[in-house]
T-cell receptor
Framework: QQPVQSPQAVILREGEDAVINCSSS?????VHWYRQKHGEAPVFLMI?????EQKGHEKISASFNEKKQQSSLYLTASQLSYSGTYFC????????????FGKGTKLTVNP | DTGVSQDPRHKITKRGQNVTFRCDPI?????LYWYRQTLGQGPEFLTY????????KSRLLSDRFSAERPKGSFSTLEIQRTEQGDSAMYLC???????????????FGNGTRLTVT
């Protein structure tokens, strides 16, 4: 039931773009995205609901393909502050009401 | 909004001892989650409460783990007879529950780091 994230790690130079993917084997109600910096708690970024909507948060946006149970997080013109580990979490349909997290994607943005 | 607070921040204990952690959620949040996180992994679900009712407990969780939320406010997580494999960061999160639970962001505390020697 754990969603699968790819890639496991990304290294960028400041100003470059990145895409992080999250896929589930189950039909989903929603996909959450969080960012965690070293030694800190995960911080909420955005929620994508079934319906294929796309949302944005500063220069970070995301999409949700309900038919494929896939979500993608887009980071454009990356900044040093974007460094951290990104987790997707999924609420599955027909299951219990808990958020299940993927293993994360470690993003490093270098000057 | 004072955020989610957890106590203690760090706990070092010897194998076989019992430990208890506390979580104070955001006051208007009726849903409370416990997760466990080890290095390089995502948060692993342990259990969650809707108000004072414990609605689900992970099947991976042994009987040594128990959680309570007696009045639907703060929660405690107890680990009995700790083992070295219990060493991890224990995260608490709260959110609005009910019908909109899947649409409500989780707000995490800073966690309790447990080290079992």
């Amino acid at each position: 039931q754990q969603p699968v994230q790819s890639p496991q790690a990304v290294i960028l130079r400041e100003g470059e773009d990145a895409v992080i993917n999250c896929s589930s084997s189950k039909a989903l109600y929603s996909v959450h995205w969080y960012r965690q910096k070293h030694g800190e708690a995960p911080v909420f970024l955005m929620i994508l609901l079934k319906g294929g909507e796309q949302k944005g948060h500063e220069k970070i946006s995301a999409s949700f393909n309900e038919k494929k149970q896939q979500s993608s997080l887009y980071l454009t013109a990356s900044q040093l502050s974007y460094s951290g580990t990104y987790f997707c979490g999924t609420f599955a349909q027909g299951g219990s009401e808990k958020l299940v997290f993927g293993k994360g994607t470690k993003l490093t943005v270098n000057p | 909004d004072t955020g989610v607070s957890q106590d203690p921040r760090h706990k070092i204990t010897k194998r076989g001892q019992n430990v208890t952690f506390r979580c104070d959620p955001i006051s208007e949040h009726n849903r409370l989650y416990w997760y466990r996180q080890t290095l390089g992994q995502g948060p692993e679900f342990l259990t969650y409460f809707q108000n004072e009712a414990q609605l689900e407990k992970s099947r991976l969780l042994s009987d040594r783990f128990s959680a309570e939320r007696p009045k639907g406010s703060f929660s405690t997580l107890e680990i009995q007879r700790t083992e070295q494999g219990d060493s991890a960061m224990y995260l608490c999160a709260s959110s609005l529950g009910g019908r909109s639970s899947y649409n409500s962001p989780l707000h995490f505390g800073n966690g309790t780091r447990l080290t079992v020697t």
